[in-house]
């Protein structure tokens, strides 16, 4: 769980924290509750990527909301899938009108799937690397 104290005094986006943590939540309640085809109209624009040149500016940001994500989904006390932290990032980048692209693929390990989550931003792999891993069998681009 994360220090009060350090919350208090040391973090300074504590609106960044907190979004942080309702949006995971509701997020993990949405990927829990939604059958999948209803989730994909979530993800944005099926089978389109944004562009990989993006403004410093934007780029900073969303290293600002990935760090926050990743660290509070890090200290939850339940469960945080991939794709919870991608859908989560995805809704900052969307209030400061940030292209992203979240991707989603597949991998066999020791006879099983596995599916992974993760989202770029410009060049920026921001929640869940970058997917090398994967064979990549959607992506939704946000614009």
Same mark, same amino acid.
């Given at each position: 769980?994360?220090?009060?104290? &350090?919350?208090?005094?040391?973090? =300074?986006?504590?609106?960044?924290? !907190?979004?942080?943590?309702?949006? &995971?939540?509701?997020?993990?309640? *949405? ?8 989730? #994909? ?6 089978? %389109?990527?944004?562009?990989?040149? %993006? &403004? @410093? ?9 990935? /760090?926050? !994500? ?8 339940? #469960? #945080? ?5 991608? +859908? &989560?990032? @995805?809704?900052? +980048? *969307?209030?400061?009108? *940030? ?7 597949? $991998?066999?390990?020791?006879? $099983? ?19 090398? %891993?994967?064979?990549?069998?959607? =992506? /939704?681009?946000?614009?």
């Amino acid at each position: 769980m994360i220090n009060l104290r &350090s919350f208090i005094f040391d973090n =300074k986006e504590k609106s960044v924290t !907190i979004k942080a943590y309702i949006y &995971s939540f509701y997020y993990r309640y *949405i990927v829990k509750h939604t059958p999948a085809k209803k989730l #994909e109209d979530r993800l944005g624009v099926r089978g %389109e990527e944004t562009p990989y040149e %993006e &403004s @410093r500016d934007k780029i900073d940001l969303a290293k600002l909301y990935a /760090f926050h !994500i990743n660290r509070i989904t890090e200290r939850l006390p339940w #469960e #945080e899938k991939c794709l919870v932290r991608a +859908l &989560s990032l @995805r809704k900052f +980048l *969307i209030k400061k009108n *940030i292209p992203c692209t979240i991707y989603l693929g597949v $991998k066999t390990e020791k006879g $099983k799937l596995e599916a992974h989550a993760w989202l770029r931003c410009g060049n920026l792999w921001a929640t869940g690397g970058n997917g090398d %891993e994967y064979t990549t069998v959607a =992506k /939704f681009a946000t614009y």
